[in-house]
C-alpha cells in the first residue's frame, strides 16, 4: 500500500458517526444505495458549520446518510430533500426520525429534481448538496445556481466517478458529465471550486458575488 493510499484510508476511518447514522449507512448498504463515506460525511457537518447553515438543500436522500450529516451539528437548519425513489423515501423518513430530526426540520420532496428545483426559492439555500444521477448532473447544478445565496455552497460528492473521471480512457455519459462540471465551474469567475480526494472525491463550489 502507498502513502497515499494509507493516507486515504486513515482519513476514511478517521470520523466517528452517531448510532442513527451507522443505522442508516447499514440500511444503505442493504438496499444497494451506495452512501456518501464517512469522509465525505464529515465534510458535510463541517461545511453545513462553516456556511452557519439555515436552510439546505439536497438531491437524492438516499436513506438519509448524507441529510443526517448535513443536519448533525447544524441545529437550526432545515433540509429539503428530493428523491425520485419512493421506497428510498419512505426509510429515510424512518431513519430522520430516529436520529431525532423533528419533522419541522425536514421537507422530503418525492419527484425528479429536474422538476422541483425551478419551484425552490432563489438565492434562498446557504448548502445544495447534489448527489443523483450523474447524467443529470449538469441541469442540476445549474437549478442549484439559481437558488443558492452568495458565500453559500454547492457540494458533489462522487467526483472521481469510481476513479473514471482521472483516467482518459473512461468516456462514458456519466463520467463525462462529471469532468464537463469540473471544466465548466473551473472557467466561471462566479465560482470558487475545491476539489477534494476523500472518499469518490467531493467537489465543493462557493458562490461567489455576481
Known amino acids: 500500500m502507498s502513502k497515499l493510499e494509507r493516507n486515504w484510508q486513515y482519513a476514511e476511518q478517521y470520523p466517528g458517526e452517531t448510532e442513527a447514522l451507522v443505522r442508516a449507512r447499514r440500511l444503505s448498504l442493504e438496499l444497494g444505495i451506495e452512501p456518501v463515506s464517512r469522509s465525505i460525511g464529515a465534510q458535510l457537518s463541517g461545511l453545513a458549520v462553516l456556511t452557519r447553515a439555515q436552510a439546505v438543500c439536497e438531491v437524492g436522500t438516499g436513506v438519509g446518510v448524507s441529510g443526517l450529516s448535513l443536519l448533525r451539528h447544524a441545529p437550526e437548519a432545515t433540509l429539503t430533500s428530493i428523491e425520485i425513489e419512493p421506497e428510498h423515501l419512505r426509510e429515510a423518513r424512518t431513519m430522520f426520525a430516529e436520529g431525532g430530526i423533528p419533522a419541522s426540520r425536514l421537507r422530503a420532496i418525492e419527484g425528479d429534481a429536474r422538476h422541483v428545483m425551478p419551484r425552490l426559492n432563489l438565492a434562498s439555500y446557504d448548502l445544495v448538496l447534489l448527489d443523483a444521477d450523474p447524467a443529470q448532473l449538469l441541469e442540476h447544478f445549474e437549478y442549484a445556481l439559481g437558488i443558492v445565496r452568495q458565500g453559500g455552497c454547492i457540494v458533489v460528492?462522487?467526483?472521481?466517478?469510481?476513479?473514471?473521471?482521472?483516467?482518459?480512457?473512461?468516456?462514458?455519459?456519466?463520467?463525462?458529465?462529471?469532468?464537463?462540471?469540473?471544466?465548466l465551474v473551473s472557467e466561471s469567475p462566479a465560482i470558487a471550486p475545491m476539489l477534494s480526494p476523500a472518499g469518490d472525491g467531493l467537489l465543493t463550489l462557493v458562490r461567489l458575488d455576481g
Open 157 to 183: 460528492p462522487g467526483a472521481f466517478a469510481h476513479g473514471r473521471v482521472p483516467d482518459p480512457a473512461a468516456r462514458d455519459a456519466e463520467t463525462q458529465a462529471v469532468r464537463d462540471l469540473l471544466t
